[in-house]
T-cell receptor, first 116, second 112 residues
Framework: GAVVSQHPSWVICKSGTSVKIECRSL??????MFWYRQFPKQSLMLMAT?????????EQGVEKDKFLINHASLTLSTLTVTSAHPEDSSFYIC????????????FGPGTRLTVT | SQELEQSPQSLIVQEGKNLTINCTSS?????LYWYKQKYGEGLIFLMM?????EEKSHEKITAKLDEKKQQSSLHITASQPSHAGIYLC????????????FGTGTRLTIIP
């Protein structure tokens, strides 16, 4: 099956710094990738839809200036959490849809961000 | 916006027993996905249902879609410790839409 990787798997940063998370589709091209965040014991909440070569579409309530998304190639999307604060600590998961098949969406292993 | 409610929220089952998890949508279902998640890890795709009445099986897991009821069920037969985890249903928010809305999740614990 299609494989999606994320890097790093976990990161600890100080408040006020920025953190970049990478999401890669390893064996397929993904024109669209999605970014989710998940708080402990809660479900996944879609943050934004990342489209290759164009601006990301953010969900209501998600600050686009704080969560910068770049989809520079068909296999890579990045999420940068700018000026991170402790409330940004969460589990961030990306996904990509293999459009050539039956709309299966494959998820990365997630990145746990802790802001101190 | 579409909302998905899963029941039960948590389930503790003795190994070898059968169990069912339900996912009910507040709107029409265009595509229903089932995923499994280990705590702190990514999601593992289990199966996808598109048509009313559709039923799919993989090993000991069977999922059904009741389009009229806007509901899907996930049934595990003869549960094993490896089935433990969080089960999430996800749905396409509209026809042809790629964005998924996820259910509240069901935490499954298997007692040996």
């Amino acid at each position: 099956g299609a494989v999606v990787s994320q890097h790093p798997s976990w990161v600890i940063c100080k408040s006020g710094t920025s953190v970049k998370i990478e999401c890669r589709s390893l064996d397929f091209q993904a024109t669209t990738m999605f970014w989710y965040r998940q708080f402990p014991k809660q479900s996944l909440m879609l943050m934004a839809t990342s489209n290759e070569g164009s601006k990301a579409t953010y969900e209501q309530g998600v600050e686009k200036d704080k969560f910068l998304i770049n989809h520079a190639s068909l296999t890579l999307s990045t999420l940068t959490v700018t000026s991170a604060h402790p409330e940004d600590s969460s589990f961030y998961i990306c996904s990509a849809r293999v459009q050539a098949s039956s709309y299966e969406q494959y998820f990365g292993p997630g990145t746990r961000l802790t802001v101190t | 916006s579409q909302e998905l409610e899963q029941s039960p929220q948590s389930l503790i089952v003795q190994e070898g027993k059968n169990l069912t998890i339900n996912c009910t949508s507040s709107k029409t279902l265009y595509g229903l996905y089932w995923y499994k998640q280990k705590y702190g890890e990514g999601l593992i795709f289990l199966m996808m249902l598109q048509k009313g009445g559709e039923e799919k099986s993989h090993e000991k897991i069977t999922a059904k879609l009741d389009e009229k009821k806007q509901q899907s069920s996930l049934h595990i037969t003869a549960s094993q410790p490896s089935h433990a985890g969080i089960y999430l249903c996800g749905a396409d928010s509209s026809l042809g839409n790629e964005k998924l809305t996820f259910g509240t999740g069901t935490r499954l614990t298997i007692i040996p």
